[in-house]
């Protein structure tokens, strides 16, 4: 019997809800390069097209509401806990609010959050939902050096030790529409294969890193987590295929 489950999500999750892909084989959305708008040197740069580019991106996702896939994952975080005694942390490596809309809770955003600014100054978060600005001030300690709460390409992902605690805890890792090259995250897998963890991808198609799974379950989110989440809750046992 499963008790602590983890799960990661990527990309996957979120496009098909239509939120565009950030990073993609041709750059980031609307083109634009990874070193122009993703990478600290640009901020020092050019922080204006920094800014539009997330403020762009935060009105596109202020029009997109979650899917099955993010409205299931909620669901097995409220009702895990009160039918199986377990606890279900949700990792993800999207910067939208679609998990938060379906009503999942503490969300832990590994790359940042798009609704969020971050001061460089006090190294303090704080909510924001607007477009931004450079000369913005940070209000909680008044100056100008206000950034979207992203990370970076060359920064260290949010909140890696509580991560890893985690997943050392864990007997059920799901992750769930993420290509499995970008590290950290690439390597959870392993990380909870260590401690025994049964291990399960969801994807439209085998992921770079297939192998370090105990098996996948292949075709959109909104189908293969609901219906995997309808027979873990129903069972208490996980889905190896997808019913026909």
């Avoid at 007997?171 to 993420?178: A, N, R």
């Avoid at 969801?202 to 192998?211: G, K």
Wanted: glycine share 6%.
């Amino acid at each position: 019997m499963f008790k602590n489950i983890v799960i990661l999500t990527g990309a996957g999750v979120s496009a098909e809800s239509g939120i565009p892909v950030f990073r993609s084989d041709n750059g980031l959305w609307e083109n634009e390069r990874i070193e122009d708008v993703c990478v600290p040197s640009a901020l020092a740069r050019n922080p204006g097209r920094v800014h539009d580019f997330y403020n762009k991106l935060r009105r596109e996702v202020k029009e997109k509401k979650p899917n099955d896939a993010h409205l299931a994952i909620a669901r097995l975080q409220k009702e895990w806990p009160e039918k199986y005694r377990g606890s279900v942390s949700l990792v993800t490596q999207n910067i939208d609010n679609m998990h938060e809309l379906a009503g999942s809770a503490d969300v832990i955003h590994m790359h940042g959050y798009l609704f969020s600014m971050l001061c460089t100054s006090c190294h303090r978060h704080f909510s924001f939902d607007q477009d931004s600005h450079p000369d913005d001030k940070c209000p909680l300690c008044g100056r100008q050096t206000t950034r979207p709460d992203i990370v970076f390409f060359e920064e260290m992902p949010y909140h890696m030790d509580r991560i890893a605690a985690l997943l050392s805890d864990c007997d059920l890792f799901l992750s769930i529409g993420t290509s499995g090259v970008v590290y950290p995250a690439a390597g959870f897998c392993v990380q909870a294969r260590a401690v025994g963890a049964l291990c399960v991808e969801f994807n439209l198609e085998p992921s770079a890193t297939v192998s370090n799974f105990n098996y996948g379950l292949y075709g959109k989110a909104s189908k293969t987590v609901l219906a995997f989440v309808d027979h873990l809750l129903k069972t208490g046992e996980a889905l190896e295929e997808m019913p026909r």
